[in-house]
């Protein structure tokens, strides 16, 4: 980066976005994972999406061509997300796009299906985690589908030089709390596009109230 960006801002993930996704370690060029754990959720294309921390991820394209009509994407980045409407040219039109800090936001709706790949575990304080935690309920309600994608215990303690929380499905399905169920876990072995791997533990838990 050409410049110090304070840490969780704005302007740390614009940076990191400047550079293009090659710079970015989460970047993938299909989100395999992603899609294998909404099918095993049971998630359909009459299903509403948020894709928080969605960034310029391609889950929105793999959607958007199995039909889904209500997706949501929401990022901190301005950056991120005028490039993913790039991207996707006039099949943009079919998203809502949401420039906001996930911890400072107030849903407007509730969503059927909450998709997080590599967010929450950025949230190593705990008020962090609560405003999270918060927003998640806000968004969702009895019956909604929630999919993480976190570092696994033996991944990365850092990230974009900032700290991370490591977990395995069964601890990360207790910190959300008795409200969601674990419904399908897994795990992959992501390489970056500097050829590292990157153990990641992937969740699906199901509102049960």
């Known amino acids: 980066m050409d410049e110090v960006s304070e840490p969780g801002t704005a302007r740390h993930w614009d940076s990191a976005y400047e550079e293009g996704d090659a710079s970015c370690s989460w970047f993938e060029e299909r989100p395999g994972r992603s899609l294998d754990m909404l099918e095993r959720a049971g998630v ?18 793999e959607l958007i061509a199995r039909g889904f009509g209500d997706l949501t994407v929401l990022d901190v980045s301005e950056v991120a997300l005028s490039r993913a409407r790039s991207r996707l040219r006039a ?6 796009w949401l420039v906001a800090d996930l911890l400072e936001w107030v849903p407007a709706r509730t969503y059927r299906v909450w998709h997080d790949r590599a967010v929450f575990h ?7 985690q609560r405003r999270y935690l918060e ?11 929630a999919i993480f994608g976190c570092f696994a215990v033996d ?3 850092s990230c974009s030089g900032l700290p991370v929380a490591r977990y395995e499905p069964a601890g990360l399905a207790e910190r959300l709390g ?15 596009p500097t050829r590292v791997v990157q153990p990641f533990s992937w969740a699906a838990l199901r509102r049960t109230s």
Not at 91 to 96: C, F, N, S, W, Y
Not at 137 to 143: I, K, L, R, Y
Not at 178 to 192: F, I, N, P, S
């Open 91 to 96: 099949r943009a039109d079919r998203v809502t």
């Open 178 to 192: 008795e409200q969601w169920q674990l419904v399908a876990e897994g795990r992959e072995e992501h390489t970056t």
């Open 135 to 145: 927003a998640l309920h806000a968004a969702t309600s009895a019956g909604a589908v």
């Open 44 to 61: 359909t294309p009459r299903d509403s999406v948020i894709d928080v921390g969605g960034g310029t991820a391609r889950l929105v394209d």
């Open 155 to 157: 991944g990365p303690s």
């Open 122 to 128: 950025f949230m190593t304080a705990e008020d962090d």
